[in-house]
């Protein structure tokens, strides 16, 4: 990621800021930076979201394509993650430069929705055994300002409430299926994300933990812990990362946090996801032009 | 293509251009505040984010280093979910390949590279969303974003594509008028001087209405000019205002 250099008093400075739960721009230490999300800015996707949260800058494009089943799970449609880190987030990014940090998003958000109960992917079943909806969920990062597993997993969510698959009726005929489009393209089927995760990474710094931190809190903490976070509390994912290390009492802390903040983040991502989708036709200006 | 008329008899397009009109342009400067520089365009329904970083220190091997003049370097990549059908992936394919030499090529022209001698420029483009024209909107939003850089030009890089339609030059092709297997013939001029720095002719077209063509294809360049100096403008001006220059 991109490198911050910070000196030992200005690492000390953060660090006590967040044992007094007073963090270096104000926040404490469960709070979020400003958040914002616009559904539906790509109209060749079948759903989309972007989202910047502070500096980081993420857009997600959705596209279903209608493949075959897989052999393991003939009564289900499948979702596949990718990430690109663009180049233009940070020069370091160029060519291959990204793909690391990408396969470690693309897998963390794989197996956050690997959960039975995060998204139905029966519904996605087409003819069970042969078709099925697949879902392509492409994640594109421009710009990198910190917790970019968080905004990533929260714009995924929001593209994916945005998403509408064609309704396709299915016909069987002497041995024969056959599948027709319906032609009103209003008459879609949307996802049910209500139960989908957001992660949240909380990044030990000093003896206490903070969520949601910016890129010079990134660099003065040894060790975070990410999980996926369901609206009802469940933890669909969990995972450490970083140099340093945990223990259990403060794994068990940082749980309870993660759940109360995750729970908050989902509550109030559909909110505004709803309501955004209420006042759809009010926009004019989209995207980067505002 | 059977079936679609480019061109009507009223001299109407199918998106409802006349012949020698171009799409709207919308574009915004300094998008990101980390990059150097950075655009944001949008030309129709094709829209293209360029970063700018540098000029800097060489990275990675020194031997790439030029002596005499700023080494410009440039990546294109299109969004996987930017075309109708998905992309595999975002960059390294033939195509992405040839467009990021062509950029390279446009720029090598026009920025003024003798004043960085032993440097190197970035320019990054992304596609975010493609309807044809994809180089003439790369390059429109690279001139943008090296503009915010504050990087010296020798002018304003402006391209744009033209097609011969019915014995008439269209302007500015979307994606439908590209691929119905008309000639294509892409700009990229330096407008003031007329100087045309990059041309690209695909599919066959008759010698006597080459100029016609390419005629139309620099009246574009310079169209696109006036929108981009006004945005620039613009731009500055909201800058200066918040700076209190004034």
Excluded at chain 1, 3 to 26: C, F, M, P, W
Aim: charged content about 25%; hydrophobic content about 35%.
């Amino acid at each position: 990621m991109v490198d911050v250099q910070l000196s030992d008093a200005e690492k000390t400075y953060i660090i006590h800021g967040a044992q007094d739960n007073l963090r270096e721009d104000g926040r404490g230490c469960e709070d979020y930076r400003h958040l914002e999300i616009e559904t539906s800015v790509v109209s060749t996707t079948s759903g989309s979201a972007k989202i910047r949260l502070a500096n980081t800058e993420i857009l997600v494009g959705v596209k279903v394509e209608l493949g075959e089943t897989s052999p393991e799970n003939p009564d289900k449609g499948r979702i596949e993650f990718f990430v690109d880190c663009s180049a233009n987030a940070t020069p370091e990014f160029e060519g291959r430069g990204g793909e690391d940090l990408a396969n470690e998003i693309s897998n963390m958000l794989a197996r956050a929705y690997d959960c039975p109960s995060c998204l139905d992917m029966r519904k996605l079943c087409v003819v069970e055994g042969k078709k099925c909806w697949i879902v392509y969920v492409d994640v594109l990062l421009l710009e990198c300002g910190g917790s970019l597993f968080d905004a990533s997993s929260i714009a995924v969510k929001a593209a994916l409430y945005n998403t509408s698959i064609p309704r396709l009726t299915v016909t069987h005929d002497e041995g024969h299926t056959e599948l027709e489009l319906s032609d009103d393209p209003y008459d879609v089927q949307r996802l049910d994300v209500y139960n989908s995760p957001c992660i949240v990474t909380l990044s030990k710094i000093g003896h206490s933990h903070v969520v949601d931190a910016s890129q010079k809190e990134e660099a003065c903490c040894l060790a975070r812990l990410m999980l996926a976070v369901t609206d009802k509390g469940c933890v669909t994912a969990m995972k450490k990362e970083g140099s340093g290390s945990f223990d259990v009492s403060s794994i068990e802390d940082m749980l309870e946090t993660g759940k109360k903040v995750g729970q908050s983040l989902n509550k109030s991502l559909m909110e505004v996801l709803v309501s955004e989708d209420r006042n759809m036709k009010k926009k004019y200006m989209t995207g980067y032009l505002r | 293509m059977a079936g679609i008329e480019l061109l009507s008899d009223q001299g109407f397009r199918v998106d409802g251009r006349k012949a020698n009109e171009l799409r709207r342009i919308q574009c915004r400067l300094g998008v990101f505040t980390q990059a150097d520089g950075s655009a944001y365009i949008e030309q129709g329904n094709t829209k293209i984010l360029a970063a700018v970083y540098g000029p800097h220190e060489i990275r990675g091997s020194r031997s790439k280093a030029l002596h005499d003049k700023v080494l410009v370097n440039c990546q294109y990549s299109m969004a996987t979910f930017s075309t109708g059908e998905r992309k595999r992936r975002p960059r390294g394919d033939r195509k992405s390949k040839e467009m990021t030499m062509h950029l390279q090529q446009t720029f090598d022209a026009a920025i003024l590279t003798s004043l960085y001698p032993r440097s190197q420029i970035d320019i990054f483009v992304e596609v975010l969303q493609s309807d044809g024209g994809n180089y003439c909107a790369s390059v429109n939003a690279a001139t943008l974003a090296l503009i915010d850089a504050g990087i010296p030009l020798k002018d304003y890089v402006c391209a744009c594509s033209a097609s011969f339609v019915n014995d008439k030059p269209i302007m500015d092709i979307s994606y439908l008028e590209e691929s119905s297997g008309g000639a294509e013939l892409i700009v990229a001029t330096l407008p003031k001087s007329e100087q045309i720095v990059f041309l690209e002719m695909n599919s066959r077209l008759h010698e006597d209405n080459l100029s016609h063509v390419l005629d139309m294809a620099v009246k574009g360049c310079k169209d696109i000019h006036d929108v981009l100096d006004q945005a620039v403008r613009e731009h500055v001006g909201e800058v200066a205002a918040i700076s209190g220059l004034e």
